[in-house]
């Protein structure tokens, strides 16, 4: 009988996949969690309805306000506060998604390396099949062969 060569046996030599979750946890610095707090905060319906009550209150307690206007129409104080809001939020949103960018490189990269493990595996396992069809085919033919005689 014919002495049959299977593929040598598969070493999974590479590195454990990695949770981006827990390497992003690690790398995270106090001014990011405070930056992810405020986006968090910040990008929500609530923090929307808040600002708008209060800005609602400010502009009707000046209306009424009959003698001490601390901030009279066209609300020129409500303005700079609204302001000095909007150039502090803005640049704290922009450091949550770089953060996020940063993040999603990494989890791009680890799924390329999944992928590449995964073709690796793969490509083993259809070798092996090859190798298991051949026998089988050499082993169906020789039967025949002996059902023949």
Do not use: C
């Not at 993040?103 to 990269?109: G, M, V």
């Amino acid at each position: 009988m014919k002495k049959f060569m299977f593929p040598s046996i598969y070493r999974h030599e590479h590195p454990p996949v990695q949770d981006v979750n827990v390497l992003m946890k690690e790398r995270e610095t106090f001014g990011q969690k405070i930056a992810d707090r405020v986006a968090r905060i910040v990008g929500s319906w609530n923090f929307i309805v808040i600002q708008s009550f209060l800005i609602m209150i400010w502009v009707i307690l000046n209306f009424m306000a009959f003698i001490n206007h601390w901030d009279p129409y066209p609300f020129i104080l409500l303005n700079l506060f609204l302001s000095l809001q909007a150039a502090y939020t803005a640049p704290i949103l922009m450091m949550s998604q770089n953060r996020l960018s940063e993040k999603d490189r990494i989890e791009a990269h680890n799924d390329y390396l999944v992928n590449t493990k995964s073709e690796e595996e793969i490509r083993v396992i259809l070798d092996h099949l090859n190798s298991q069809n051949e026998v089988l085919v050499e082993i169906l033919h020789t039967v025949s062969k002996e059902k023949n005689n």
